[in-house]
């Protein structure tokens, strides 16, 4: 079983940053596949960025270029860098690890204001 625990959500004018944070549990971290979901109200959750455990990270098109995923094995963590935050970026945001099956955490709310 692996946890989850995501952080770093908030409200933020258009064109800001935000930093998600997500720390797992586990001792084979460096193995797990990494991801950034997000679902909008009314809207189907979307994959926003994926990192592999050799570090190769894929991004949605349009937040290529804005949002940044990395990864840091010594602490468990990977971090999704927002950059020039647009007010449809808005959505919960949630953190996923697969490593043979997939994990999910609970979710943080990201409000971008026009």
């Known amino acids: 079983q692996v946890q989850l625990v995501e952080s770093g959500g908030g409200l933020v004018q258009a064109g800001g940053s935000l930093t998600l944070s997500c720390t797992a549990s586990?001792?084979?971290?460096?193995?797990?596949?990494m991801s950034w979901y997000r679902q909008a109200p009314g809207k189907q959750r979307e994959l926003v960025a994926a990192i592999s455990s050799a570090g190769n990270s894929n991004y949605l098109d349009s937040v290529k270029g804005r949002f940044t995923l990395s990864r840091d094995n010594t602490k468990n963590t990977v971090y999704l860098q927002m950059n020039s935050l647009k007010p449809e970026d808005t959505a919960v945001y949630y953190c996923?690890?697969?490593?043979?099956?997939?994990?999910w955490g609970q979710g943080t709310q990201v409000s971008v204001s026009s």
């Open positions: 996923s690890a697969r490593y043979g099956q997939a994990y």
């Open positions: 586990g001792s084979m971290f460096s193995s797990y596949v």
